[in-house]
């Protein structure tokens, strides 16, 4: 049998055997093109246009140097100060008081009662269990209604300040709509990334202190305030201490 | 071994593997765990390990951690994710419960059911079994030294001695601390011989006289495998050399060169009673109460029917021993607690069944266990927290410069921005910390090809996306190339800016927008 297959092999003859060859090889290497092109091709289009004579400048880029253990923060360490300038004094009429107290505070978390909404006006400006108010995670409001169309010089509110801490997403809108959708102003908004889908905002974001975040309102008329965030770099929750609203009744 | 034993043991492996197992991608890689993940990427992809005596520990996670995936045929590196690398440190956890049968016959069959089950609850030992860290192993290697040489001492077969030789090299190619666990042992041994010879009548077979060619072949077989590992497998000569060199440092840093300088208290605070203003009270007071009552019971020789009083009494003089020198040490951090904290379980479960024996009324013996019982309960619940619930949270004793759980978004905010530059993963990231203080983010990069790191501002700090520590007080964006997107925090008290060059990030807000409904 081996030997009938061998003389079946040499049997056939050369020219006939070199052209079999070639169709073979000439088939694998069609097969294969596809392969090859595509190869070549997904590098032609990794590599950027090129003049003659030019090339993409290499920059050798530094590696990770290893460390040890970092240091481990000490709780109940003082923030230290960020700015040691204090903030500019905003100059408004003589007449402007905080409207916030003893007004209607609802919020987006429905699990916030009226009652623990109320801190929110209560003077108590220190972090703690007692004067906070937490929002469940997520990008939460709270709402003022001043109860007529004011006239708003100034905003100023706290979230958690006990520890370094940036809140995400914080916005400040005041309307004469309760539910915000008509003539919604932002007077603030470093939600740079349109998270709550309110526009992107072009403030920065900034780390909490003692001295609470001071928006700028220029007397607009708005019977409601809308603060709203998204959680901090702390943690996931929505913590706001104190919120004061500076106005005076529209004229 | 029993039935009851044997089912015993496998409901601390189940319990065991209930509490270190889930969500463990959840806790944000420490800065250490990156550390060690980087590192094995070098090993992984180039087949290249050397030891550095300075920093970093031995070989053994590494090399572990390959055989671990060649074993499961795992991904390429950028396929890696945390519970890929924790698994090494669970399954060492796990083991230290599969470990104990060898000493049953020391421990008492109950006490070792006992061990086994505070093994598998205690909040320190569960939260530890999750830190892809050294520390677990070279605990598990401990045991297997100690364990190894028990049964040496209970039949002189050579293989035993064999065994803890080895186990003994895999100790120092593990962490060089192991010489504070190998001098508590001497001294135990030393301590506990002069016990048995001077105060009390040894209990059950004289004790083993260690054979000198048997020690010989210990100590060799110690050598090969520590010159194995620290020479990688004879790739670096200069390993073997820098084991005995790394002693140096180690001795500079005890001396004050080091930010984890901490009180003789530090530890035991931890232990037996933790608690930070607006957290949950944590303690594992009911191991060391009952750790308490086992050396107790070993010195007065109560309750310990079916244990062998001198080798709980060689395990009591070990852990008060290598306990006072991890008090006394100036260098401390969290997780080294874990070598004298086993011994303190050891003798847990032999207090624990002296405690359950003493009261002549079973009744009252009913009522100790049952007590026992909650306080396990107890235990098991806080093991859950700490490993689960507050695993990144500084409310935890166990927490140590962790890594906050807001960097994550710092990591998905710059992978959403590759996947909108027309560079990819290619796309040129800067990341700019004083001290190289940027860790764990080499590990949450792995899958960008072009990450540039800086411990100082380079003179051109330009790029699409500048990752830029707040230390450098810089306001990148001041002129107006870059937009500014906010602040991550990387531990507490440190953060990041994310700066993006102002057209990626506007591609980026319309990809944004056009995802939206």
Known sequence: MVNAQKHMLTNISSPVLHRRLALCVGLVALALSPVVATNSFADDAAKPAVAKGMKPLEIKLPPPAFVGTPKDAPAGTNIEPLSDKPRPLLIVPDDVVNLAPGKTITSSDTNATAKVLAKLTDGLKETSDSTSVLLRKGVQYVQFDLGSVDEIYAIVFWHAHDAPKVFHDVIVQVSEDPGFKDKAHTLFNNDVGNVAGLGAGTDREYFETNEGRLVDAKGIKARYVRLYSQGSTDGRMNEYTEVEIYGRPAK | ?517
């Open chain 2, 1 to 517: 071994m029993s039935r009851a034993v044997t089912l015993g043991l496998l409901l601390a492996v189940v319990v065991a593997l209930a509490l270190r197992c889930p969500q463990l991608d959840e806790r944000p890689m420490h800065n250490d765990e990156a550390v060690n993940a980087i590192k094995f990427r070098t090993l992984l992809e180039t087949g290249a390990y050397r030891y550095d005596p300075n920093e970093f520990h031995g070989p053994t996670l590494s090399y572990l951690t390959l055989a671990l995936a060649k074993f499961t045929s795992a991904p390429g590196f950028v396929d890696f994710t945390e519970a890929r690398f924790r698994v090494l440190t669970i399954v060492f956890g796990v083991g230290l419960i599969l470990l104990l049968p060898l000493v049953a016959d020391g421990l008492g069959r109950w006490a070792t059911v006992v061990a086994a089950l505070l093994t598998a609850i205690s909040p320190a030992m569960v939260f530890y079994s999750r830190y892809y860290i050294h520390e677990m192993l070279l605990v598990f290697f401990t045991f297997l030294a100690l364990a190894a040489g028990w049964r040496y001492t209970q039949n002189r077969k050579i293989s035993w001695a064999l065994l803890a030789g080895a186990a003994v090299g895999l100790m120092q190619a593990t962490k060089e601390t192991f010489v504070l666990t190998l001098a508590a042992a001497v001294a135990a041994l030393v301590l506990n011989t002069l016990w048995i010879r001077k105060v009390a009548a040894p209990s059950g077979s004289p004790p083993c006289k260690l054979c000198p060619k048997h020690l010989l072949a210990a100590l060799g077989v110690w050598m090969v495998v520590a010159l194995i590992l620290f020479s990688s497998f004879f790739t670096n000569a200069a390993g073997p050399l820098d084991a005995v060199r790394t002693y140096m440092p180690w001795l500079h840093r005890n001396a004050g060169a080091s930010p984890h300088i901490h009180g003789w208290s530090f530890y035991l605070e931890r232990l037996a009673f933790f608690h930070t203003k607006g957290g949950p009270v944590w303690s594992e007071g009911l191991i060391l109460g009952l750790a308490i009552v086992g050396i107790f019971a070993v010195f007065a020789r109560k309750g310990l029917q079916g244990a062998n009083a001198d080798f709980i009494r060689f395990i009591a003089f070990y852990t008060i021993i290598l306990t006072g020198i991890y008090s006394v040490l100036a260098y401390k951090t969290p997780w080294c607690l874990l070598n004298f904290w086993h011994g303190m379980i050891l003798l847990a479960g032999v207090g624990a069944v002296a405690l359950v024996r003493w009261p002549r009324r079973e009744w009252m013996q009913v009522s100790v266990a049952a007590m026992l019982l909650i306080g396990a309960d107890q235990l098991a619940k806080q093991a859950w927290r700490a490993g689960v619930t507050f695993a990144a949270d500084r409310q935890n004793p166990y927490v140590y410069a962790q890594t906050s759980p807001d960097i994550l978004n710092l990591v998905d905010q710059v992978n959403a921005l590759s996947k909108v530059s027309p560079d990819g993963h290619e796309m040129l990231v800067k990341v700019l910390a004083p001290d190289s203080d940027f860790w764990p983010l080499p590990w949450y990069f792995r899958g960008l090809d072009r990450v540039g790191w800086w411990a100082e501002m380079p003179t051109d700090p330009l790029a699409p996306v500048m990752v830029v520590s707040t230390q450098f007080h810089t306001a990148l964006d001041v002129d107006k190339t870059h937009v500014m997107v906010g602040f991550f925090q990387l531990r507490p008290q440190t953060f990041f800016e994310l700066y993006v060059r102002s057209d990626l990030w506007h591609a980026y807000l319309e990809s944004v927008k056009s995802r939206q409904p």
